[in-house]
C-alpha cells in the first residue's frame, strides 16, 4: 500500500498539467519528495515479505557514488536533445524512465572499469604494505 501510495504521488507530480503547478508551487516538489520515500520503504520491506522485486533499487543503492558523479552527464544530453527537438514541455515525463536506465547503466560501467579496478589495486597494495610492516619489531 505505501509502495502504491508513493507511486502515485511520483506520477501525479511527474504527469500533473502545468495549472497544477500554478496553483499548488513547490507542494509539487513535496508530494515528489513523499512519493519518492514512500517508493523506498517499500522496496526496503519488499523483501522482508518474500519479494524479490526491488533488486534495481538496491543496485542503484550500491553504485550510488558512481551515479552521483555521473547523472548530470546524461541528464544534460537528455534536456538538450529534449530542446533539440522542440518537443512540448507536457512530455517531458517520457525523459524520466530512459534518464534512468541510462543513469544506471553508465553508472554500472564506471563501477565495473574504474571503481572496482582501483579499489582491487588499492586492496591489495595496502594488504602488501601491512605485510611487510608486520615483520619482526626491534626495541
Known amino acids: 500500500m505505501i509502495g502504491t501510495g508513493g507511486a502515485c504521488l511520483m506520477l501525479a507530480?511527474?504527469?500533473?498539467?502545468?495549472?497544477?503547478w500554478h496553483a499548488?508551487?513547490?507542494t509539487m516538489f513535496a508530494?515528489?519528495?513523499?512519493?519518492t520515500a514512500m517508493l523506498v520503504m517499500a522496496c526496503h520491506w519488499l523483501p522482508m515479505v518474500g519479494g524479490v522485486r526491488s533488486w534495481w533499487l538496491r543496485r542503484m543503492g550500491?553504485?550510488?557514488y558512481e551515479i552521483y558523479l555521473t547523472h548530470m552527464f546524461v541528464v544534460m544530453a537528455a534536456v538538450r536533445?529534449?530542446?533539440?527537438?522542440?518537443l512540448p514541455l507536457?512530455?517531458?515525463?517520457?525523459?524520466?524512465?530512459?534518464?534512468?536506465?541510462?543513469?544506471?547503466?553508465?553508472g554500472e560501467a564506471i563501477f565495473r572499469l574504474f571503481?572496482?579496478?582501483?579499489?582491487?589495486f588499492l586492496d591489495q597494495h595496502f594488504v602488501r604494505l601491512r605485510k611487510s610492516d608486520a615483520g619482526p619489531v626491534s626495541v
Open 13 to 20: 507530480e511527474i504527469l500533473a498539467p502545468a495549472a497544477w
Open 31 to 35: 508530494m515528489l519528495i513523499m512519493g
Open 24 to 26: 499548488v508551487g513547490d
Open 90 to 106: 507536457a512530455q517531458g515525463w517520457m525523459v524520466y524512465p530512459i534518464c534512468l536506465v541510462l543513469i544506471w547503466l553508465l
Open 62 to 64: 550500491q553504485l550510488s
Open 115 to 120: 571503481s572496482r579496478p582501483v579499489a582491487a
Open 81 to 86: 536533445l529534449f530542446r533539440a527537438h522542440d
